[in-house]
């Protein structure tokens, strides 16, 4: 069983990550990225559709045009967990 970050964790993830913020009914993070077309956007979706398969952690999101709207929580956990601290900074690192 995947284990839910507790306030400090998840205090601590917030700060790490400044662009993304918090879903409190979800217990998610959430965060938009805007790119200069739907191409920059798709392809953005298929490198973080890669690394996402590789961590066997898988995002919810949605594209529209040239923005994608990601969601990271942690189904197993009922919550924001270590897995989505370590899938955001993957996200982070494709930019």
């Known amino acids: ?5 507790d306030d400090a964790a998840r205090a ?7 662009d993304w913020r918090h879903e409190p009914d979800r217990d998610a993070i959430v965060r938009r990225f805007q790119f200069a077309d739907f191409a920059q956007a798709f392809g953005f979706m298929t490198s973080v559709a890669i690394v996402a398969e590789k961590m066997d952690h898988h995002p919810e999101w949605s594209n529209v045009y040239n923005r994608v709207d990601i969601l990271l929580t942690t189904h197993d956990a009922n919550g924001l967990s270590e897995r989505d601290a370590r899938l955001a900074e993957a996200i982070e690192a494709l930019l």
């Open 1 to 5: 069983m995947v284990q839910k970050l």
């Open 12 to 18: 601590a993830l917030l700060a790490r990550f400044p």
